[in-house]
């Protein structure tokens, strides 16, 4: 019956995500908000809240702080090997080349805060809880900060790419005489499905974690994981397959933004039982470090653009992601 839930649920993702995507780029072009502000804010909000809705089950009912932190962590780790997915679909070339600097500034910010993250766990861990009245750690309340000063960064670097070069967007014609009003009716019932069964399949990830057996934080970091992060990789191909690649990307490093700079407070601020850091796993600070090391490779990618491979579409830079996934599962596995 768990396999026959997931399958349901995976299936209305597809379906929905996809219309999700289209109508999002629709969005971007009729407004000239940008794909990529589209993809780091809207998109990336909507298909993480399945990550949120298991945060707050696993802290607020489970009891269970490592089998959420697992789940954002895993799902930074997941987010940024789409970028590698992205690129097998992408067939113009390697993915990261085709990008502006508008990514380049949301990974960065991405890459930051998820150091910031892993810097204060180590410091709960070893030297001093930081918690505000034994109930709220102090680090939550920054990291929420730091995500609204990146987001606001992020605004503002794209009003001030609106009187340049565009995203080279181009918007299929058989929906340009569809009012604004209607495509943002369309866009929320795809946003209510797709969060619906994206949080539908975190639970069932959550049996999936049961019935193996395996520590809640490796069980959070894989299967949780690749459940919540369903809504990311159905959203982001749709967006290859439009053309919207810097919506796809957008949508997931934007993803990784808010389960560091949101969903941690908002977790932090329902476990009754202290400051949230105070009793994760350090393995978690391993987690977030693969983050970071794959994070400075899209980045380098997006700045270097290495051509190493003329004759093949998949970028060396996309592979390097890829390999350092499974090698940062494999770790936290023998861990």
């Given at each position: 019956?768990?396999?026959?839930?997931?399958?349901?649920?995976?299936?209305?993702?597809?379906?929905a995500?996809?219309?999700?995507?289209?109508?999002?780029?629709?969005?971007?072009?009729?407004?000239?908000?940008?794909?990529?502000?589209?993809?780091?804010?809207?998109?990336?909000?909507?298909?993480s809240?399945?990550?949120?809705?298991t945060?707050?089950?696993?802290?607020?009912?489970?009891?269970?702080?490592?089998?959420?932190?697992?789940?954002?962590?895993?799902?930074?780790?997941?987010?940024?090997?789409i970028?590698?997915?992205?690129?097998?679909?992408?067939?113009?070339?390697?993915?990261?080349?085709?990008?502006?600097?508008?990514?380049?500034?949301?990974?960065?910010?991405?890459?930051?805060?998820?150091?910031t993250?892993?810097?204060?766990?180590?410091?709960?861990?070893?030297?001093?809880?930081?918690?505000?009245?034994?109930?709220?750690?102090?680090?939550?309340?920054?990291?929420?900060?730091?995500?609204?000063?990146?987001?606001?960064?992020?605004?503002?670097?794209?009003?001030?790419?609106?009187?340049?070069?565009?995203?080279?967007?181009?918007?299929?014609?058989?929906?340009?005489?569809?009012?604004?009003?209607?495509?943002?009716?369309?866009?929320?019932?795809?946003?209510?499905?797709?969060?619906g069964?994206?949080?539908?399949?975190?639970?069932?990830?959550?049996?999936?974690?049961?019935?193996t057996?395996?520590?809640?934080?490796?069980?959070g970091?894989?299967?949780?994981?690749?459940?919540?992060?369903?809504?990311?990789?159905?959203?982001?191909?749709?967006a290859?397959?439009?053309?919207?690649v810097?919506?796809?990307?957008?949508?997931?490093?934007?993803?990784?933004?808010?389960?560091m700079?949101?969903?941690?407070?908002?977790?932090?601020?329902?476990?009754?039982a202290?400051?949230i850091?105070?009793?994760?796993?350090?393995?978690?600070?391993?987690?977030?470090?693969?983050?970071?090391?794959?994070?400075?490779?899209?980045?380098?990618?997006?700045?270097?653009?290495?051509?190493?491979?003329?004759?093949?579409w998949?970028?060396?830079?996309?592979?390097?992601?890829?390999?350092?996934?499974?090698?940062?599962?494999?770790?936290?596995?023998?861990?």
């Open positions: 019956m768990v396999w026959i839930k997931f399958t349901i649920c995976l299936a209305v993702i597809v379906v995500g996809t219309k999700l995507s289209k109508y999002g780029d629709l969005i971007a072009h009729k407004t000239g908000l940008g794909r990529v502000w589209i993809g780091v804010v809207l998109l990336a909000t909507i298909t809240l399945p990550e949120l809705a945060g707050i089950s696993s802290v607020s009912i489970i009891g269970k702080p490592d089998l959420t932190l697992g789940d954002l962590f895993g799902s930074n780790l997941l987010n940024l090997a970028i590698a997915l992205i690129d097998v679909f992408y067939t113009r070339g390697p993915v990261l080349h085709f990008l502006g600097t508008g990514i380049v500034l949301t990974t960065v910010l991405s890459t930051m805060l998820i150091a993250v892993a810097m204060f766990l180590y410091t709960a861990q070893n030297v001093s809880s930081l918690g505000i009245m034994n109930y709220l750690g102090l680090y939550s309340i920054i990291f929420l900060c730091l995500y609204l000063l990146a987001q606001y960064m992020i605004f503002r670097f794209q009003r001030a790419q609106q009187g340049q070069a565009t995203d080279n967007e181009s918007v299929t014609t058989d929906h340009e005489g569809i009012a604004l009003k209607k495509i943002s009716v369309f866009f929320t019932i795809a946003a209510l499905a797709t969060i069964a994206g949080t539908w399949l975190g639970f069932i990830g959550n049996e999936i974690s049961e019935v057996g395996l520590k809640s934080g490796f069980v970091t894989l299967f949780l994981a690749i459940c919540t992060s369903a809504p990311e990789i159905v959203v982001a191909i749709s290859v397959r439009i053309g919207a810097d919506m796809a990307v957008g949508n997931v490093v934007g993803s990784n933004l808010f389960n700079g949101v969903i941690i407070f908002i977790d932090d601020l329902l476990y009754k202290g400051p850091f105070s009793y994760a796993s350090m393995g978690h600070i391993n987690t977030a470090l693969f983050a970071v090391l794959m994070s400075c490779v899209v980045i380098i990618g997006l700045i270097f653009r290495p051509r190493f491979l003329p004759r093949f998949v970028g060396i830079d996309t592979t390097i992601l890829a390999i350092l996934y499974f090698g940062a599962i494999t770790t936290l596995y023998f861990m």
